[in-house]
């Protein structure tokens, strides 16, 4: 992958399953929405078909035969058709009668009275249109070209959707007889309401399955959440870990999906603390092995540099001395670096360390040194506590008071302070030698470096050792100038009191 291409993230459990869930409800969304359309509105169908057959039975309850023989339609009342005919229905004189005696109304406003699917659907206006004929096709009343459905026998309501003058409408008709008379009621109904009443039933449903889906979705989500609480408390067990911790994670607590990873992260655990052992085992052995002959070496020196009197032999013998001293003062570093990794300590090795009583033994086995070069070594010390390594804690200071001696012009000043600010507790050094430049602070941190202007006595190892021993306790190595004059100012600024590490 090129440096510029950008990484792809990859999704979430959490995403995950919400995507694999969603599609199987969408799609039960829509099943269920189907399956309730044909569960309502089939029997809604046949409801408004009953109406209209209603219509036709009360249509032909108006058919009479007339003195004459011929059939006639009853004139009703205006209103809409009603369902039975009147107690007191008579024949209307002749001219005044359907059929061959009258021109009958063609049609028939449903809305003329409100009616209970007005109520529910006032927004829906229907019209029937009726015929009245005979099976050979001749009408005694109503509207001439309103198509008939076939049928197959005597009181039979036959149904079908048809298009008559540019209107949608549901025709029944109904075969019958009437005094021994075959004939034909047909009545067509427009179809608003019906259309009407199925999109507010659908939209209803819409929205309630809906409003499910997105409860449903919800419920998931939140029970996803809670399946997921034992990994991110296992993150958490990770994320808040020490960095010296290399024990094996607990395995009680953890899920039966997760418990492979968990298992194979303790495996790498356990064996990057077997070689930081093994390291550390052979760091020690080297060190250890240096000392020996580095001993002997510098005491048969002495004793060469006793037995001979040549002064050149002298000069020669006193800078193997200070070499082999220079070799001894880099073996017990590069010692003392291996032991301060963060990752060679237990929780169990912190303890409380009062710092003014470190200040105080670490001045007492430096003030020699410091005589011996004039050096003012002084102490400003306020009580301050922390949780540390104490052998740790005199290591760094030893190698800031050490490199704080060495770059220290005779006569000079260094004074070891520590105390609390703003409720943290530090430690400094500070002394009025020549300081360290801005541009080079970061630089003096590394392992063997240098800086300029440097003695050349120095291994370049003293401040690399205070930076990781600081790193070890969550402290903060700063390199300052010094409060007066010219000088650096060593500070070390652990955590507050009750920080979690």
Known sequence: MSAGAKLRRAPSIRGRLLGYLLLPLVILLVASIWADHRTFVTPMYEAFDRALSRAAVAITAHLERAPDG??????????????????????????????????????FDTDSRPTVWTRLFPGARDNFLFRVSLPD???????????????????????????????ALRIVSYHTQVSGQPV????????????????????????????QLVLVLGLCLLGITIALRPINRLRERISHRQPQSLQP???????????????????????VRDAAQAQQHFLTNAAHQLRTPLTGLKAQLEVLADETGDAAQQERIARLQDSVDRLAHTANQLLALARAEPSTHSPGDFAEVRLEHLIGTVADSMLDRAIARNIDLGAECEPAHVRGVLWLLHELLINLLDNAIRHTPDGGRITLRCGQHDGAPYLEVEDSGPGIPTAERERVRERFYRAAGSDGQSSGLGLAIVEEIARGHHARFLVLDAHEGT???????????????
């Open 487 to 501: 000088g650096a100012r060593m500070r070390v600024e652990f955590p507050p009191e009750g920080t979690k590490k």
């Open 70 to 107: 011929q059939l006639y339609l009853e004139k009703p009342n205006p209103g809409p058709i009603p369902m039975h005919p009147p107690d007191d229905a008579r024949p209307p004189p002749p001219g005044d009668g359907f059929g061959e005696h009258g021109r009958p109304p063609m049609r």
């Open 249 to 271: 994670l607990p395995l009680e607590p953890v899920p039966s999906e997760v418990r492979p990873l968990v298992q194979s992260l303790n495996t790498l655990l356990v064996t």
């Open 184 to 211: 034909i009621v047909t009545v067509g109904e427009t179809v608003l309401r019906r259309n009407y009443a199925v999109h507010r039933l659908d939209t209803v449903i819409g929205l309630s399955d809906g409003i």
């Open 137 to 167: 096709g001749h009408t005694l009343a109503g509207d001439e070209g309103l198509p008939i459905v076939a049928g197959n026998g005597t009181d039979d309501f036959n149904y079908v959707d048809a298009t008559y003058k540019q209107l």
